[in-house]
Nanobody
Framework: QVQLVESGGGLVQAGGSLRLSCAAS????????MGWFRQAPEKEREFVAV????????YYVDSVKGRFTISRDNAKNTVYLQMNSLKPEDTAVYYC????????WGAGRKPDYWGQGTQVTVSS
């Protein structure tokens, strides 16, 4: 049994920052990667960022490179997404995800485990 619980969403003005957290519990030792997806209204869910678990090798979608940073705390089984210079087009429900495989993230892979999502709204 795996649980992913996100927190940290909210309303922020354009140019502002937010930090999302995702706490994992259960069979986390089997994870190879954790990351984030997002889904804006009337749009498909899209990949945002992924990081190896354990390890590093962060990888981002082009639209957030230089603005978002993914990191993890192994001791707390938690992954973070620091979002800076937010834009209105970043508005979406952000989902934490985890998988037994690192390959394919950002190339159509659908992770095995998902959180419930947290809303991020960026006002102009």
């Amino acid at each position: 049994q795996v649980q992913l619980v996100e927190s940290g969403g909210g309303l922020v003005q354009a140019g502002g920052s937010l930090r999302l957290s995702c706490a994992a519990s259960g069979r986390t030792f089997s994870f190879a990667a954790m990351g984030w997806f997002r889904q804006a209204p009337e749009k498909e869910r899209e990949f945002v960022a992924v990081i190896r678990w354990p390890g590093s090798n962060p990888y981002y979608v082009d639209s957030v490179k230089g603005r978002f940073t993914i990191s993890r705390d192994n001791a707390k089984n938690t992954v973070y997404l620091q979002m800076n210079s937010l834009k209105p087009e970043d508005t979406a429900v952000y989902y934490c995800a985890a998988d037994h495989d690192f390959s394919g993230w950002g190339a159509g892979r659908k992770p095995d485990y998902w959180g419930q999502g947290t809303q991020v709204t960026v006002s102009s």
